[in-house]
């Protein structure tokens, strides 16, 4: 077993005046020799975007797209023709494959939207594209890890090409919380949204991580009313 405190502090954080944002993990400018990625996970950016406001039409390839809004909502537009809104309480995934463009603006001229933006490698290049988003708002039951994204396809996830797992969870202060994990061989990355956790001896805050590998469970206390992102993936890719 092994573990990591990733820190808040330790987080790129920057501020464009319409975006402030925080890199878990080196991202454009933001360059961390000690933070490159984990695993397969290669980036987690906490965006939080000013009203009006958002990225024009950009490209990708190659990559699992993951985008979890936390408070208000988000305007997306892309290639392949969809053009939606994603709600707090809703998931939503791309899969950049042989190649998109896409646009992300806050839906409101008036109030910010917070979100989370996650990118994994894929486990096949050149995949076609695809797009999907999902209300998981009624699954999130209180003091539990929900299943909100999976390399399994189920109605009640949103089906990604890795094997990859997220889980979201909502837990009260003075709770335990436990998590069984897919494969000891994997790595697990535990972010937390908000609220405050104590486990392996560490007490971790809002904008905190703990990496943690070669464990079969996970398990700790809540000492703050808590929202939790549970994200496990390979250790080991070529791209």
């Keep these: 077993m092994s573990f990591e405190l990733h820190p808040n502090r330790e987080r790129g954080h920057l501020d464009h005046g319409w975006l402030k944002t925080a890199h878990s993990f080196s991202f454009a400018h933001y360059v961390n020799e ?4 984990f695993g397969t996970l290669l980036v987690l950016n906490e965006d939080t975007i000013q ?3 958002g990225f024009g039409e950009h490209y990708h390839d190659n990559m699992e797209i993951v985008t979890i809004p936390l408070s208000g909502s988000l305007r997306h537009g892309d290639s392949m023709g969809n053009s939606s ?5 809703e998931v939503q995934i791309m899969s950049a494959g042989t190649g998109l463009m896409h646009s992300e603006h806050n839906a409101s001229t008036t109030e910010p939207v917070h979100l989370l933006q996650i990118w994994i490698v894929p486990n096949t290049r050149g995949l076609p594209t695809r797009y999907a988003q999902l209300n998981v708002k009624d699954q999130l039951t209180r003091n539990a890890f929900h299943e909100v994204v999976s390399p399994i396809p189920s109605p009640k996830t949103l089906l990604i090409h890795q094997n990859a797992w ?6 009260e202060a003075g709770r335990p919380f436990h998590a069984s994990l897919h494969d000891q061989t994997y790595g697990a990355f535990l972010f937390v949204i908000k609220g405050k956790i104590q486990m392996h001896g560490q007490t971790i805050e809002t904008g905190d991580a703990i990496a943690l590998q070669d464990e079969l469970v996970i398990d700790g ?3 703050e009313p808590s929202s939790l992102l549970l994200i496990e993936v390979p250790m080991n890719f070529s791209n």
């Design 85 to 89: 809104i994603i709600q707090t309480g």
């Design 51 to 53: 009203a009006g406001a």
């Design 221 to 223: 206390t809540v000492i």
């Design 34 to 37: 000690k933070r490159m990625n």
């Design 166 to 171: 997220f889980s979201l969870g909502n837990f």
